[in-house]
C-alpha cells in the first residue's frame, strides 16, 4: 500500500472533520470537484471506503474514522517535527508554556521565580489553551511544557512529573440534596446529572455524564448555578468560591495531579531546565524518588 502524502492527509482531514465537501472545500480554498476526486483517489490507493455519501449527508465509515484519528497524529508530528528543528537551532529560543486561565493551582508563580534563578534561564512565553487541548499544543510544537490535570488530560506521547496532589470537590447548588453534609463519597452522586466535558470521552472521577457539554469551567459554574448539573473537580478549580454554590469535599475519589508536562521526544536542555525548576517550586516528590 502507497504511503499517503501530507497534503491528501490534510484533504481528507478537513472533510471528516467539516463532513460537507462544500464547506471543506472553501475551508482548503480549492475547488470541490478537485477535492471529491482528491478523496477519492485516496480511497482507491487505500482500498478501503473512507465515507459514505448520500445527497443530503457524509458520514465516516470505520476505515474514515480510523484514518482521521491517527491521520491527525501524522499531521502534528509532522509539524511538530519541523517547529522542533527551527527552535532547536535557534540559540535565542523561548520557552512556551500553555496553561489554562486560572488552571495552575497557585504555582505559576513559584515555577517562573524558580526558573528566573537558574543560569540558562530564557524568556517563558505563557500560552493559554481550553479545557482539553493544551497536551494537544506540545504534541504538535505549539509549546514546549504544559501544566496539565492527570487523569482528566490525555497524557499519550508526553513524557511528565508530578508537582502537587490535590483532592476533589463536588459542586452543588444551594438547596441540593446534598449541600447539607459536610463530605460526600462519590456513591452519593449516584442518579445526578454529570456534565459532559468537549473532547473527552471520560470526565476522569466517574463515568462520561450524560448532561450538557461545557467546555470550560465557566460554563460549568452557570449551568450548576441554574440546577441543570452537578460536578466534581480538582481543588484548585474551585476557587474562588461562588455565591450560590456549595462546595463539599469528596473523600473517596481519586486524587488529582497536576502535572508538568513535555514531549518525549523533546530532550532540550532548555525543557528540562524548566521541568526541574517546576518540580522543585512544586516541592513534591513522588513515591519513588521518596523512597
Known amino acids: 500500500m502507497a504511503e499517503l502524502e501530507t497534503r491528501e492527509l490534510e484533504y481528507f482531514i478537513a472533510v471528516a472533520e467539516e463532513l460537507h465537501f462544500g464547506r471543506a472545500a472553501e475551508r482548503l480554498a480549492i475547488a470541490q470537484p478537485a477535492l471529491s476526486k482528491a478523496i477519492r483517489r485516496i480511497e482507491s490507493r487505500l482500498g478501503v471506503p473512507l465515507l459514505v455519501r448520500t445527497s443530503r449527508h457524509v458520514s465516516l465509515t470505520p476505515a474514515g474514522e480510523a484514518l482521521l484519528r491517527h491521520g491527525r497524529h501524522a499531521l502534528n508530528a509532522v509539524g511538530a517535527a519541523a517547529r522542533s528543528a527551527r527552535r532547536a537551532g535557534d540559540a535565542?529560543?523561548?520557552?512556551?508554556?500553555?496553561?489554562?486561565?486560572?488552571?495552575?493551582?497557585?504555582?505559576l508563580s513559584g515555577i517562573l521565580a524558580e526558573y528566573a534563578r537558574t543560569p540558562d534561564a530564557r524568556r517563558v512565553d505563557i500560552l493559554f489553551g481550553g479545557a482539553t487541548d493544551r497536551a494537544d499544543h506540545v504534541r504538535d510544537g505549539r509549546a514546549d511544557v504544559a501544566l496539565l490535570y492527570?487523569?482528566?488530560d490525555d497524557l499519550t506521547g508526553l513524557d511528565h512529573r508530578t508537582l502537587a496532589v490535590e483532592g476533589r470537590v463536588a459542586i452543588l447548588p444551594v438547596g441540593h440534596r446534598l449541600a447539607a453534609r459536610d463530605e460526600l463519597r462519590l456513591a452519593d452522586l449516584d442518579g445526578e446529572t454529570l456534565p459532559r466535558w468537549k473532547g473527552v470521552p471520560r470526565a476522569g472521577v466517574v463515568d462520561e455524564g450524560s448532561g450538557?457539554?461545557?467546555s470550560d469551567v465557566p460554563q460549568l459554574i452557570q449551568l450548576i448555578m441554574v440546577g441543570r448539573?452537578?460536578?466534581?473537580?480538582?481543588?484548585?478549580l474551585t476557587e474562588p468560591a461562588h455565591p450560590g454554590l456549595v462546595y463539599r469535599p469528596v473523600v473517596d475519589a481519586p486524587p488529582n495531579q497536576m502535572v508538568i508536562a513535555w514531549s518525549r521526544l523533546d530532550q532540550r536542555p532548555?525543557?528540562?531546565s524548566f521541568v526541574e525548576a517546576a518540580v522543585a517550586a512544586g516541592g513534591f516528590r513522588d513515591a519513588q524518588e521518596a523512597a
Open 92 to 107: 535565542q529560543a523561548r520557552l512556551r508554556l500553555v496553561i489554562k486561565p486560572g488552571g495552575d493551582a497557585n504555582l
Open 150 to 152: 492527570a487523569p482528566f
Open 212 to 214: 450538557p457539554e461545557v
Open 229 to 236: 448539573t452537578v460536578a466534581v473537580l480538582p481543588r484548585s
Open 270 to 272: 532548555l525543557v528540562a
